[in-house]
C-alpha cells in the first residue's frame, strides 16, 4: 500500500495466518506477539486468581495509556433540592467483559483471596463468616443472576449494530469492613469537600444549616461505601457496572442506587473496634440514630451490585510472564518498546500507535452489521457553531458541554462528527463542499475514461518551493487502478491548488471549489484542536503553579487509599475531591485564571503550529502547505482471501489497511458511499462514522416531514436560487492523529482507522485533509503545554525541536526513509 510521505503506518490488508505450532526466535517477539493477536491470547489461560474460574478467556485490553474517564454529563442546573447535592458523578469508561462461574472469595489480612469451591460443598463461606466477603447475588445458587439474563438478551437486541461483546454483567453482594478498606479516612475526604462547596452558597460567616449538614454526611457515606465497593470489586478482578440513561449519559444514582446497603456498623475511631449495639439499615439512621460522624469507620453490607469481570491489562499478563525482567531487557537491547510501557518518547509513540494498528482486527463487516455508534454523548454530532470561538464562555474558557462532549468522542470513539449546517441552519459551508465532490467527480471521471488526460498529471512528487521534503503532490494508483490518489496542496502566498496541472481537469470553478473546501474543513479542525488542548491544560492543571505559586500538587494524597477515581464534579458547583491535598493553598480565582490560560495557550498552538494553508508572521517555512488535500477512488475490490477472515460475515475486506496518521487531526468530509472505519476502543469494534451521520440526517428529515430516502434536501444558495444538497455534504468526521495525541499528553490516542473494500459496484470517492503541523515551526512545551514538568518526559524531548523533527522522530522502527 502507499505509504504517502511518511504520514501513515498502513498494515498490510492481507490474512495473518499464525497457525500452530508457533515458534518465536525470542521470548521477547513471544511477548509481542501475544500483545498483538487476540487468538494468540484466547489461547492462554487466564492468570489472575478470581480469573481463574473464568469458563472463557479473560479479556485483555492492548491500550497501555490509562487515561481520564471524559464520559459524562450532569444537569447544567443542580437542583437546589437535598437529593442533588452530590449530583454530577462522572464515572469510568465501560469494559466488555465474560462473566465468572459461581465462586465465592475469602478473606486474609485485610485483602480478598481466592478460595475455590465447588458449587455443592458444604464448606462455602456463608454470610457473616468473616469480616470482608463477595458472592454471587444468584437466586439459584448456581451463578448467573436474574440481571446477568435479562443484560446479556437486551444487548444481544440491540447490539445487531456490531458493538462487540455481551456485557456479561452480574449481581454480587459483598461483607466490606470499615477497617481493612479505610472508611474513615475516605469518608473525611468526601465531606470535607461536600461542605467546602456548600459553604460558598451561604454568605461568609454563615454556617451551613444543620439539615443539610446531615445530607452531606448521608451522601459522604454513600460515596465512600461506594469507592470501597468498587476497591473490593477490583480487589477481584471485577468491576462495577454503572448504569446508563436513554441518552447514553452515566446517570447519577440516588443515594445508595448503586446497591442495596444494609447492615452498617459503626467502628470506634480510636480503638478499630466493632461498636456493639445496633445495626443499622440504612445511612440515614446511620446518621440519625447512630450519631455518625465523618471520619468515622463503618462496616457495611451491600447486595445486587451490577459488576462484570474485569479486563486483565496487558502489564499484568507481561509481569506474569516475566516476573524476572528478561524479557523486558531482550527487548530494550533490541530496541522495541514493550506495549505496556509509558509512551516517553517520540518514536515509542510512533511504535505504539503501529502496535496498535497491527492489533486492531481484520475482519470487516456490511453496512447491516458493522457498529454504527451507541447512545453515549461521544456518538452524537457536534454542531459546527459550538466549536468556534465565539461559543466560548464569557471568562475566556472553553463551554464545559463542548469540551466534554470533543472529549468523549476523540478519547473513547476516536473521531467527532460535526455537522456543518447547525442542524439545517445554515448551508453556505455544505454547499461549498458539494462543490468540491462535483470537482472530486469530474477528475475521476475524466482520468479514468481519457488516458491522455491521466498522463497529464504529474506522479507524486516533492512540490516545487516546498519547505520540505514530504511536502509532495501528484497522481498515483495502485492495484490495477483500483486504488487512485491525487495529493493536492496549496501555495500559501497566491493560494493556488497544485499540482498546477489537475486544473485543467477540473477547470476553475472546481480548483476555486477545492481551495474554498480546504479552509473550511481546516478552520473546523483548527477549533477542534484547540478544544482538545484546551481540555487537557486545564485537566492538568498546566498553568496552575506559575499563576497562583500555590502548592497546587496535583497527585497528592494517600497512595494506599481506595482510589475515587469515578468521582468528579461539575466546575464550581461542587470540586475539589481529586485526591489532592485539602489544604492546597491555590484559590478558586487561581483556578479560573489557570483555565483561562489553559484555552488561551490552546488557541495559541492551534494557531502556530497546525498548518491551515496560510501565511503566518515570520514563520520560517516554504511556500506549499504540508497539510495535503487528497483525493481518492476505490473501486469495487474483492481480493479472495475475505473468506479466511474469522468472523467475516459480510465477504468485505479492507482495502486501505489499518494505520494511524501523523497529523493534528485528519478530517475527512463525509461520503456517498461508506467504507471509512475508525477503531472504538471503548467499544472494541470497528465504527463506521459515516452511517451516524446518515442517521443523524434521516431522523432529521423525518422530523420535518421530508423524505428521508431521496438523499438531497432543498436548498438556497447565495443567490437565492434552489439546488438539491447531497446529504452528505453536511458533515465531516474529525480523527485524531499522532501530533494530537502529543500535545494532548497522550490523553486523546491517534485512532487507528482504515478504508473497507466497496462490494456494491459503485466506487468509493474521499476528500480527507491532513491536519499536519508547520515544519519550520518550534514547540514551546511551556508556551502551548504549561509546566514542563507535567510534561515529561515525553514533552521534554521535543521541547525546541522543529515541527518537522518532530514529525521525523514519530516514525516507527520498522520505517526508514
Same mark, same amino acid.
Given at each position: 500500500h502507499p505509504r504517502f510521505e511518511e504520514s501513515s503506518r498502513i498494515r498490510a490488508s492481507t490474512e495473518l495466518n499464525l497457525a500452530p505450532p508457533m515458534r518465536f526466535s525470542t521470548v521477547a517477539a513471544f511477548v509481542a506477539a501475544i500483545s498483538t493477536s487476540p487468538s494468540l491470547v484466547a489461547s492462554f489461560s487466564p492468570l489472575s486468581p478470581v480469573q481463574q474460574h473464568a469458563t472463557q478467556a479473560t479479556p485483555i485490553t492492548t491500550r497501555n495509556i490509562k487515561r481520564h474517564a471524559w464520559t459524562t454529563l450532569m444537569d447544567d442546573e443542580p437542583s437546589s433540592s437535598s437529593s442533588s447535592a452530590a449530583a454530577a458523578i462522572i464515572v469510568t469508561n465501560r469494559r466488555r467483559a465474560r462473566r465468572p462461574t459461581a465462586s465465592s472469595l475469602g478473606m486474609s489480612d485485610g485483602g480478598f483471596i481466592d478460595v475455590e469451591y465447588d458449587d455443592d460443598s458444604e464448606n462455602m463461606p456463608k454470610e457473616g463468616e468473616g469480616p470482608n466477603w463477595i458472592e454471587k447475588s444468584s437466586p439459584t445458587g448456581i451463578g448467573g443472576s436474574i440481571r446477568s439474563s435479562s443484560a446479556n438478551d437486551a444487548s444481544s437486541s440491540s447490539g445487531a449494530s456490531g458493538g462487540g461483546e455481551?456485557? #456479561?454483567?452480574?449481581?454480587?453482594?459483598? #461483607?466490606?469492613?470499615?477497617?481493612?478498606?479505610?472508611?474513615?479516612?475516605?469518608?473525611?475526604?468526601?465531606?470535607?469537600?461536600?461542605?467546602?462547596?456548600?459553604?460558598?452558597r451561604f454568605p461568609e460567616g454563615t454556617d451551613v444549616p444543620q439539615e443539610l449538614v446531615d445530607i452531606y454526611r448521608m451522601y459522604s457515606m454513600d460515596l465512600t461505601a461506594k469507592e470501597a465497593t468498587k476497591e473490593a470489586l477490583k480487589q477481584n478482578g471485577l468491576e462495577m457496572a454503572e448504569a446508563m440513561g436513554e441518552g447514553g449519559d452515566n446517570v447519577p444514582s440516588e443515594l445508595s442506587g448503586w446497591g442495596e446497603v444494609e447492615g452498617i456498623q459503626l467502628v470506634d475511631k480510636i480503638t478499630g473496634e466493632d461498636i456493639d449495639g445496633e445495626i443499622y439499615d440504612t445511612f440515614e439512621e446511620a446518621v440519625h440514630d447512630g450519631d455518625w460522624s465523618a471520619g468515622q469507620p463503618f462496616n457495611f453490607i451491600v447486595r445486587n451490585v451490577p459488576a462484570s469481570l474485569k479486563k486483565m491489562d496487558i502489564s499484568e499478563l507481561l509481569n506474569q510472564l516475566d516476573p524476572t525482567g528478561?524479557?523486558?531487557?531482550?527487548?530494550?537491547?533490541?530496541?522495541?518498546? !514493550?506495549?505496556?510501557?509509558?509512551?516517553?518518547?517520540?518514536?515509542?509513540?510512533?511504535?505504539?500507535?503501529?502496535?496498535?494498528?497491527?492489533?486492531?482486527?481484520?475482519?470487516?463487516?456490511?453496512?447491516?452489521?458493522?457498529?454504527?455508534? #451507541?447512545?453515549g454523548k461521544g456518538y452524537t454530532i457536534m454542531q459546527r457553531s459550538d466549536l468556534l470561538a465565539d461559543s466560548m464562555d464569557a471568562d475566556g474558557t472553553e463551554?464545559?458541554?463542548?469540551? !466534554?462532549?470533543?472529549?468523549?468522542?476523540?478519547?473513547?470513539?476516536?473521531?467527532?462528527?460535526?455537522?456543518?449546517?447547525?442542524?439545517?441552519?445554515?448551508?453556505?459551508?455544505?454547499?461549498?463542499?458539494?462543490? !468540491?465532490?462535483?470537482?472530486?467527480?469530474?477528475?475521476?471521471?475524466?482520468?479514468?475514461?481519457?488516458?491522455?488526460a491521466a498522463k497529464s498529471i504529474p506522479p507524486i512528487g516533492v512540490a516545487e518551493g516546498a519547505g520540505s521534503d514530504a511536502a509532495k503532490v501528484g497522481f498515483?494508483?495502485?492495484?490495477? #487502478?483500483? !486504488?487512485?490518489?491525487?495529493?493536492?496542496?496549496?501555495?500559501?502566498?497566491?493560494?493556488?491548488?497544485?499540482?498546477?496541472?489537475?486544473?485543467?481537469?477540473?477547470?476553475?470553478?472546481?480548483?476555486?471549489?477545492?481551495?474554498?473546501?480546504?479552509?473550511?474543513?481546516?478552520?473546523?479542525?483548527?477549533?477542534?484542536?484547540?478544544?482538545?488542548?484546551a481540555a487537557v491544560n486545564d485537566d492538568a492543571d498546566a498553568f496552575l503553579l506559575a499563576d497562583s505559586g500555590g502548592a497546587g500538587t496535583t497527585d497528592g494524597g494517600d497512595p494506599d487509599m481506595p482510589s475515587i477515581s469515578g468521582l468528579t464534579f461539575e466546575e464550581a458547583e461542587i470540586s475539589g475531591v481529586s485526591g489532592g491535598d485539602s489544604d492546597s493553598e491555590s484559590s478558586d480565582e487561581d483556578y479560573m485564571r489557570a483555565a483561562t490560560r489553559s484555552s488561551e495557550a490552546a488557541a495559541l498552538l492551534a494557531q502556530d503550529l497546525m498548518d491551515d494553508g496560510r501565511s503566518i508572521g515570520d514563520a520560517n517555512e516554504g511556500s506549499v502547505s504540508m497539510s495535503p488535500h487528497r483525493m481518492c477512488r476505490y473501486s469495487d475490490v474483492n481480493r479472495g482471501f475475505d473468506k479466511k477472515?474469522?468472523?467475516?460475515?459480510?465477504?468485505?475486506?479492507?482495502?486501505?489497511?489499518?494505520?494511524?496518521?501523523?497529523?493534528f487531526i485528519t478530517a475527512v468530509p463525509v461520503a456517498a458511499v461508506s467504507g471509512l472505519e475508525v477503531y472504538d476502543e471503548e467499544e472494541e469494534a470497528w465504527l463506521r462514522p459515516e452511517l451516524m451521520a446518515r442517521t443523524h440526517w434521516e431522523k432529521e428529515m423525518e422530523a420535518k416531514d421530508q423524505d428521508s430516502t431521496a438523499l438531497t434536501e432543498k436548498v438556497r444558495t447565495a443567490d437565492g436560487e434552489e439546488m438539491d444538497l447531497p446529504w452528505y455534504s453536511r458533515y465531516l468526521v474529525l480523527m485524531p492523529g499522532e501530533l494530537m495525541q502529543l500535545v494532548t499528553?497522550?490523553?486523546?490516542?491517534?485512532?487507528?482507522?482504515?478504508?473497507?473494500?466497496?462490494?456494491?459496484?459503485?466506487?468509493?470517492?474521499s476528500c480527507p485533509v491532513l491536519l499536519r503541523a508547520r515544519s519550520g515551526m518550534k514547540m514551546d512545551t511551556a508556551k502551548y503545554l504549561g509546566q514542563s514538568d507535567l510534561a515529561a518526559p515525553l514533552l521534554h524531548e521535543c521541547d525546541g525541536m522543529l515541527m518537522q523533527e518532530i514529525h521525523d522522530k514519530m516514525q516507527p522502527s520498522s520505517f526508514k526513509s
Open positions: 455481551s456485557k #456479561g454483567v452480574d449481581d454480587y453482594s459483598l #461483607g466490606i469492613s470499615g477497617v481493612s478498606f479505610d472508611t474513615g479516612p475516605l469518608s473525611r475526604r468526601m465531606y470535607d469537600a461536600l461542605i467546602s462547596v456548600a459553604a460558598k528478561e524479557l523486558r531487557k531482550e527487548a530494550k537491547d533490541k530496541g522495541d518498546t !514493550m506495549p505496556d510501557e509509558e509512551i516517553d518518547s517520540l518514536r515509542a509513540l510512533g511504535d505504539d500507535c503501529e502496535r496498535r494498528a497491527e492489533a486492531a482486527p481484520r475482519e470487516a463487516r456490511d453496512e447491516e452489521s458493522v457498529f454504527a455508534g #451507541g447512545k463551554n464545559r458541554a463542548t469540551l !466534554m462532549h470533543v472529549m468523549d468522542a476523540m478519547v473513547n470513539h476516536g473521531c467527532l462528527v460535526v455537522d456543518l449546517t447547525d442542524a439545517g441552519a445554515t448551508f453556505k459551508d455544505a454547499i461549498a463542499l458539494s462543490k !468540491m465532490w462535483d470537482a472530486n467527480n469530474r477528475f475521476f471521471d475524466t482520468i479514468n475514461s481519457d488516458v491522455e498515483s494508483t495502485y492495484g490495477e #487502478g483500483k !486504488m487512485q490518489f491525487l495529493e493536492t496542496r496549496l501555495n500559501r502566498q497566491s493560494g493556488a491548488l497544485l499540482p498546477s496541472e489537475v486544473v485543467n481537469i477540473i477547470c476553475a470553478d472546481g480548483s476555486e471549489a477545492m481551495e474554498k473546501a480546504f479552509g473550511i474543513i481546516a478552520d473546523v479542525g483548527k477549533d477542534a484542536l484547540r478544544v482538545a488542548v477472515n474469522k468472523g467475516n460475515n459480510s465477504g468485505l475486506s479492507e482495502i486501505f489497511g489499518a494505520h494511524t496518521d501523523t497529523s499528553r497522550n490523553e486523546i490516542p491517534a485512532v487507528v482507522h482504515r478504508v473497507v473494500a466497496v462490494t456494491n459496484g459503485n466506487a468509493r470517492l
